[in-house]
Every structure is written in C-alpha cells, then in structure tokens.
C-alpha cells in the first residue's frame, strides 16, 4: 500500500500578533484542501501535532478544534511528542491509512508561542526536559553541552557553527513564508549575543507563530510525492543517561529504519529538511543521517557542502533557524515544504529529520517523487 | 487479523500526595509487563494518554519518559483529547497494530493533579472547552445545562440524579483501587453544596490522581479478552453549535461505528465502563448507548437496572465519581477493569465510553472474552 502526499500548504511563520492558535489551524485546513484535489468532505480523519497549546493558549482538546473546521466532523485527536510532534501525527496517521480504516486522513501542526513571555515560553518548553531542567538548564544549555563536546573530540569551530546559520538564513532568502528574510555573516553570528557557550543568539532557533498541513491518502493519484519510509527512535531524556554527547542515537535509529523501509542510502537524498533547533543540531544531525562522516559536519557547512552545488541541500526552507520554529507546525512543515519541492520537479528524493527535546524522540521521513 | 488484551495493571486512584506523575507511570508499566506473559524486551512501542501533564506538571515529553522505564527504549508518543486521550491512545495502538507495524504494544495512562490548586486544575481542564469557556463557564456549568434541559424535556428527577452516584459509590466499595470507599444516600447528595444548578458537589467526579496501563498483542494468546470494536465520533466543542443538549451525538457516532464492527447489538452487552464526569453524563450515555430509550435512563437508574441483578451493569469500577477521575488514566482504567471482568470470567462481553470535554470526542470499545 502507497502513501501519496495529495496537498499541502504552510502558513508564513513569524511574530503573528494579530493571529490567534485557532486562526492557524484554520488557515492551514482550509489551505490544504484548496490545494488538493479533495473536498471537504472527503477527509476522514485529522491529527494534530502540537506542543504546548495547554500551556501557552490555555486551549488543550485541539483535535476536537481542528475536527470543528471542517463540515462533517472528522474524527481528530492531538499527538505529542515535544518538538517532534509533527514527525509523530505523522506517524500515527501513516498507521491509520496502512490499517485500512482510512483512505484520505490531514495532518495539521500549529504552535502559538509569542502570546506569552520570552521566560513563560522556555519554562514551558523545558517541560521536554527531565532531571537536567531539574537543576536548572534549558535547551540552549543542553544543546551547548554536545556543542563543546563535539568542539573538543571533532575540533569543530565557531565559525563552522556559524556558517549553519549563515546558510540557512541564505536558504530563507528563496522561502517567502520564512520568519526571516535577513543574509547575516559569520562575523555577525560570531558576535552575536552569547546565550550558554559556546551558542549564541544567531545559533538558535527563533520563537514563532506558524502551522502547515499535509493531505495522505492511499488512493492512486497521478503528481504526487510518495512517502516510502518513515522511522521513529528513542533515547533518553536525561543527557546524563546517554552514551554520547555528539550522536543523537535516536536519530541514528529512526534514519536506520527508515532507510531500509525506502530502500535507499544517504546518498540518494538530494534535500533535506532537519532539526537545526540550534546550528550545533544541524551539525550532529547531517553526521548522523549518513551524509557526512562524524566529526566532518561542520567541515562540509563551512565548504558549501550543503547548499545548493553541495553534496546535499541542507534545509532548503531556511531550517527552523530562518523559516522559524512553532514546534508543533515544524514536523509537518518539513513534510509540506520538501514534497512542494519534488512536485515542482526539483528534487526527486528527500529527507526530513524531527527531533523532540534534545534528542530523547526522533522521527525521520523519506518523500519519492518516482512516480 | 485479532486484538487481544494481554495484561492490565491499574494504581490506587485518589489523592496520591507522595507520587509524581513519573512515579504513576513507571508503576503501571512495570506492573502491565509483571501481569502479562510479556518481557519488557518484546514491548515495541508505547502510546501514552495524559491530558494536562504540561501545565500541572511541568512535563510534557512524556512518550520519552514512558519510553526511558524500559530498558530497550521502545517508540513511544503521547496521544491527547482531553478526558477522552485515554480510548484514543488506545486507538492509535489499535491502528498501529493493524497496519502490521508492531506485534505487542504498551498503552499507559496517568494524570497527576492534586500537585496544583483546584482553581489551577479547573482551569486547566477548561482548556478542553472553547467559546462558553470565554464567557467564564466551567465544565460543571456545561454538563449543568444538560441537566436541566434533559430535566425539563424527560421529567429526569433530582432524586434520579442522586441515583447515579449512589449506585456508583455502592459499587466502588467492591473495587479496593477505588478512590472513595463510602456509602452514601440519595438525600445527602441531594443536600451537598450546590455547583451548578441543578448539579451538586456528590454529582462531581473528584480531583484524582492514578494511572492504569494494558499490553496489547496481535500474538495468538490464550485466555486473553479480545478488542471486538472500536469507534471515534465527534460534536463541536462549543454547545451553542450542537443540535442537542440531551443527546451527546459524538458518543452515539463512536458507538455504531463499535457495535457494527463488533457485530453486537446493546442487548448483548452485561457490563459498561462509561463515563460518568457528573451523574448526568451517565444518565445521558445509558440512553445514547442504546441500553434504555432516551429520557429514561434516570429512571432505569433509580430501578436498580443499571446494577447487579439489573439489565447491564453500569460502572462496576465505581466509574469515575467513586473510582475517581485522574483524566489521561480513565480510559485505559476502563479497558482494563472490564477486561479483568472478563479475564476473571465475571461476564463474557463489556462497553468502554470515554468522553472528552463535554461532548466533542468520543471514544467506544467492545471487548469480548468468547475465546
């Protein structure tokens, strides 16, 4: 049984003030069925990926919200999973179509995050955390622990975690949904406010408003992306627990599985949309997904080897450092952005890799555009 | 292709001051796998059901946290829809089961919510409303409004009411994990604290912390209760926009897609896990079911019809008025009390109803112990 990518459509991400979380997921359903070949009616089921709507909108139950958008009342139901919700609803509505209850599901992802403040937000994200927020860290803190780490076995420089910014505010520049649309320079990034060392401010990741939506459907449809692989890993959530600081292990297993379940190697992937939450994320991750030896990430950022010319493009979006991070919309704006990409016919084969939290879930997914 | 029920585990419910949420589910996990003929090495994933763990907790990310109590880390996510998170964690392993992805799963369920004040909790939970919860109604205002028009329209009596709890609180007493092991009579809820016209405070499911957890097994396993039926329906999340007030037509639409793929009819079934948030709620799921004929499920109540001796054993647990409410664990503690039942050969076929909000999501399952 094939799974096709029969639409999808992602809001503009950014500071929305004048948008609220129901707004999103609106404009992101409605979207979507306006961009496939589907009524309607003709969904039969939604889940939902987000993080943390409870907390920052005071507003759970969102399956029950996103099932209202539409006439007929769809069954819906929320996934979670941290920051690698999106990868997750996925997941589950790939069980849902592969059980044969359903033939045509949507999945939508929204996060509302700039309605709270800067302090309320990391508290609230730091509920992904487990003993380390215990004693006082947040994700920059965590993130900058396998940064010095990976600086000190692979001898990774400032300016290698800096050119991923560069590069991916340099993707961004091509995305007109993207929260920025602003070139930055090594020298500005290496500059920037120091936020847990060696991260700075133009390593992370932003605050954001954004939702996005895919159609799945098992039904035969000529133009659109497959989905031929999907995996999902775990590790634990307390780094101290871990057996390194610079493989995220979940990550390796979720790439290993779905790898095989695709049947192709990392060097069949032409684009891919991953987790750079932080510049140091990209780094681990474009190692642990095949595409570069450990210890080399940050070599091949700085030589070009992920953009376009490279060997492969690294997030084509802008990553979640320029396109922006609403945790909830990222998973499935990774799966949207990508399969646009090979339907306009320029790419064949992608990737996308979501991780939760600092690497405790990770869901990676292969997109074929063979048909 | 069967699902069976291959083990249950359920904690005390009440109000478990030297527990954390963590604890609860690491106990139901260990205690699941002790009950089953399972190791913890053939667990493959774990779907979690929590409803609010991010703002009464602190802690989202509990699929990795579930996932971290066994040793191989197994895939796990976390599955939300209000009250009703805990029947769709269940399906979502049911999809996951059926698509041939997994054998043996793990479905565990918990909320810890004494950790916050009541008017933390009232309003976290009101994050499953949507536009009443605006103009400052809480759920008992909600249910209340059913009440009275199910009052006025059936002639439904407060002594009818008081009925529910009454028979609940008698049953709990066979039920050690309950929360309240108390007798109590028609004229003393009739006489406790009013909440909402014409609800009063021994109307109300409590404040509750507990978790419960099952394994489910597409294995070939004797004596083991199998999932005959499962269905999801769903209403609007606001009352303004439903067509009834004494109808909850998504419990109706989650129960015909049940009993058709059961292939039983109400008349079949000797015992029902339903949920009873407020007295009416019962009375209005008896009738929604197709046990009694709508406006007269007070009166069967107040008969003795829906107890020992009766026509179908309603809430044999002590439902959530006496077994107690932790909301992401009473779904799961529905499966697993009747699948005990079951087991234990008290009766041969059950009824799950799990409800979220006041009405939006819905969830029933069909259990059968025929084999």
């Known amino acids: 049984m094939k799974i096709l990518i029969a639409g999808s459509y992602i809001t503009k991400f950014g500071e929305l003030w004048e948008k609220s979380l129901k707004d999103l997921i609106t404009e992101a359903e409605l979207g979507v069925i306006k961009n496939s070949k589907f009524d309607d009616e003709e969904i039969e089921a939604i889940f939902v990926s987000n993080m943390a709507g409870g907390i920052f909108d005071g507003q759970l139950h969102l399956g029950a919200m996103a099932s209202g958008v539409l006439k007929n009342y769809p069954p819906a139901m929320r996934v979670e999973g941290a920051c690698a919700s999106g990868g997750l609803a996925m997941i589950v509505a790939e069980y849902a179509l592969l059980s044969g209850k359903y033939k045509t599901v949507m999945v939508v992802g929204a ?22 927020a215990e004693f006082g860290s947040t994700f920059p803190g965590l993130y900058a622990l396998m940064a010095q780490r990976h600086m000190k076995e692979f001898g990774t420089t400032r300016d290698q975690l800096s050119a991923v910014s560069v590069k991916n505010h340099k993707h961004g520049l091509l995305n007109p949904l993207a929260q920025f649309h602003k070139e930055i320079t090594i020298s500005e990034v290496n500059g920037s406010e120091m936020i847990a060392p060696p991260l700075r401010l133009l390593d992370c990741s932003p605050i954001s408003d954004g939702a996005a939506a895919v ?9 659109c992306p497959e989905i031929m692989g999907f995996g999902q890993g775990m590790d634990s959530l307390s780094l101290a627990k871990r057996k ?24 069949d992937i032409e684009a ?12 681990l991750a474009i190692e642990d997904l095949g595409f570069f030896k450990k210890g080399l990430g940050g070599k091949a950022t700085i030589e070009g080897k992920t953009t376009y010319g490279g060997k492969v493009i690294i997030n084509p979006s802008g990553g979640l450092k320029s396109n922006g991070h609403p945790v909830g919309a990222t998973g499935i704006k990774q799966i949207a952005y990508l399969s646009q990409l090979i339907r306009d016919k320029k790419i064949k084969t992608g990737l996308t890799q979501n991780i939760g ?6 869901v990676v997914h292969i997109l074929g555009g063979k048909r």
């Open 111 to 132: 996060e509302k995050m700039t309605d709270v403040s800067n302090q309320m937000a990391t508290e609230g994200l730091n509920g992904a955390a487990d003993t380390e």
């Open 215 to 223: 159609i799945l459907t098992t039904k035969d449809l000529p133009n």
């Open 244 to 267: 390194s600081l610079t493989t995220i292990v979940a990550g390796v297993k979720a790439a290993d599985i779905a790898y095989k379940m695709a049947g192709i190697k990392p060097g």
């Open 272 to 283: 891919a949309e991953i987790h750079d939450c932080f510049s140091i994320a990209e780094i």
């Open 357 to 362: 939290g600092s690497g405790a879930t990770a």
